[in-house]
């Protein structure tokens, strides 16, 4: 078990010292080697663009919850918020991960752009109801919830 996996490793570190390499160039042509992969590259900028857009969601989302319900008549304070927000966030998660991967499967039938498929809907439908949601809080918080 780790014997092996040590033993592997010593032969690569020195595989690589007889080969003359040196680590610091093995590691910057393997670098460069990756980012000339456009699906890395692509992908890296999308979960990039992800993490950044739910955490000003986090950050922005409790507070204007806050100031949308005092309008529509309904006041929240903001641990409320930042409760019924994160248990929601908890809740979709929990169900849009596996619903994606039931999809997903079922469309690899009929196209290998399954993955790419789902995601793009569900960004374009995120976007919507986000849209919904924040244009109708001021009016009524509980459709802001649904959407």
């Known amino acids: 078990g780790a014997d092996n996996a040590n033993n592997s490793i010593q032969l690569t570190q020195s595989q690589e010292i007889r080969a003359g390499q040196n680590p610091l160039v093995q590691l910057v042509v393997e670098t460069w080697a990756l980012l000339k992969t456009k699906a890395y590259l692509y992908t890296t900028l999308g979960f990039s663009c992800l993490a950044f857009t739910v955490g000003a969601l986090t950050q922005w989302i409790p507070v204007y919850v806050v100031h949308a319900s005092e309008m529509a008549g309904t006041p929240y304070s903001n641990s409320e918020a930042?409760?019924?927000?994160?248990?929601?966030?908890?809740?979709?998660?929990?169900?849009?991960?596996?619903?994606?991967?039931?999809?997903?499967?079922?469309?690899?039938?009929?196209?290998m752009k399954a993955d790419a498929l789902i995601n793009a809907v569900g960004m374009l439908v995120a976007s919507v109801t986000l849209y919904i949601a924040i244009a109708m809080a001021p009016y009524n918080i509980m459709v802001f919830w649904v959407f």
């Open 82 to 111: 930042n409760y019924i927000f994160g248990i929601l966030t908890c809740v979709a998660g929990f169900v849009a991960i596996p619903l994606g991967s039931v999809v997903s499967k079922f469309l690899e039938r009929y196209t």
